[in-house]
């Protein structure tokens, strides 16, 4: 079993910055992809990013240039750097991991789950 704990979420104002962070735990993460989606009010799942245990990172287009991916395996987590926040931006991010084949975009291939944690932009 993977636990997995986010953190970081808070209120700010456009333009501003969070750093997420996602710690695992529970057995190493070696050849499991971990993931960043979100998550608004009436709307789907959306992917944000992910991290291959390679080190190869994808971030959707919808914040590419605005957010960046890293990842420490030593360490056992992930984390999302948030840059010129919009305040369609505002969802409950997630961190997820599974071992992915495919796509990483698909939240259906992600086998765990953390709480969430809310980030929410606001003037």
């Known amino acids: 079993q993977v636990q997995l704990v986010e953190s970081g979420g808070g209120l700010v104002q456009p333009g501003a910055s969070l750093r997420l962070s996602c710690a695992a735990s529970g057995r190493s993460l070696s050849n499991f992809v971990m993931g960043w989606f979100r998550q608004a009010p009436g709307k789907k799942r959306e992917f944000v990013a992910a991290?291959?245990?390679?080190?190869?990172?994808y971030v959707a287009d919808s914040v590419k240039g605005r957010f960046t991916a890293s990842r420490d395996n030593a360490k056992n987590t992930m984390t999302l750097q948030m840059d010129s926040l919009k305040l369609e931006d505002t969802a409950v991010y997630y961190c997820?991991?599974?071992?992915?084949?495919?796509?990483?975009?698909?939240?259906?291939?992600?086998?765990?789950w953390g709480q969430g944690t809310q980030v929410t932009v606001s003037s």
């Open positions: 997820a991991a599974g071992v992915v084949i495919g796509t990483e975009m698909d939240p259906q291939k992600y086998n765990y």
């Open positions: 991290s291959r245990w390679s080190g190869l990172t």
